[in-house]
T-cell receptor
């Protein structure tokens, strides 16, 4: 299947700092990528849809100023957690589709964020 | 919004046994997907289903897209220890929803005793 890679795999930061997570599609171009958040023993919750060259679309209840998304190229989307707090600690996962309109999404390895 | 009910929530089985899990929805989907997630990893796509009634296999895994487009099941035959993990169903499209946006079930935790 298509390969989606995230970096970093895990990050620990101090409260109040900002953290950037990268999501790359390695062997295909993705005009649309998705960012999910997953708490322990829970399912994946969609945070936002990242569109190449335009603003991201955020799900209800997700603060766009808190979770900045940039999709500057067809192979890279970034999620920046600004002024992180302990409650932002979570597993963040991105996904992308290699075939338009199929719903067949491939996921990155995930990034574990721990805010102290 | 669209919701998926996935069951069972967890399963404890002996190696070699067959496993079945399913998802039902209050609304229709155009695509049903089944993923497996290992601890600390992202979900890995197992099977994708695109047509109502479609039955698809991937090795020891078999999944079906329900005729009503509101349900799907996943079967695992002759389970092995490496089948351990969390299995998620996901639906996309249908009922006015985007074909890109997935709605996930809550997952089935599978434990296989050697």
């Amino acid at each position: 299947g298509a390969v989606v890679s995230q970096h970093p795999s895990w990050v620990i930061c101090k409260s109040g700092t900002s953290v950037k997570i990268e999501c790359r599609s390695l062997d295909f171009q993705a005009t649309t990528m998705f960012w999910y958040r997953q708490f322990p023993k829970q399912s994946l919750m969609l945070m936002a849809t990242s569109n190449e060259g335009s603003k991201a679309t955020y799900e209800q209840g997700v603060e766009k100023d808190k979770f900045l998304i940039n999709h500057a190229s067809l192979t890279l989307s970034t999620l920046t957690v600004t002024s992180a707090h302990p409650e932002d600690s979570s597993f963040y996962i991105c996904s992308a589709s290699s075939r338009a309109g199929t719903g067949e999404l491939f996921f990155g390895e995930g990034s574990r964020l721990t805010v102290l | 919004g669209q919701q998926l009910n996935q069951s069972p929530q967890s399963m404890f089985i002996q190696e070699g046994e067959d496993v079945s899990m399913n998802c039902t929805s209050s609304s229709i989907f155009n695509t049903w997907l089944w993923y497996k997630q290992d601890p600390g990893e992202g979900p890995v796509l197992l099977i994708a289903l695109y047509k109502a009634g479609e039955l698809t296999s991937n090795g020891r895994l078999t999944a079906q897209f329900g005729i009503t487009r509101k349900d799907s099941f996943l079967n695992i035959s002759a389970s092995i220890p490496s089948d351990v993990g969390i299995y998620f169903c996901a639906g996309a499209g249908g009922s006015g929803g985007s074909n890109y946006k997935l709605t996930f079930g809550k997952g089935t935790l599978l434990t296989v005793n050697p």
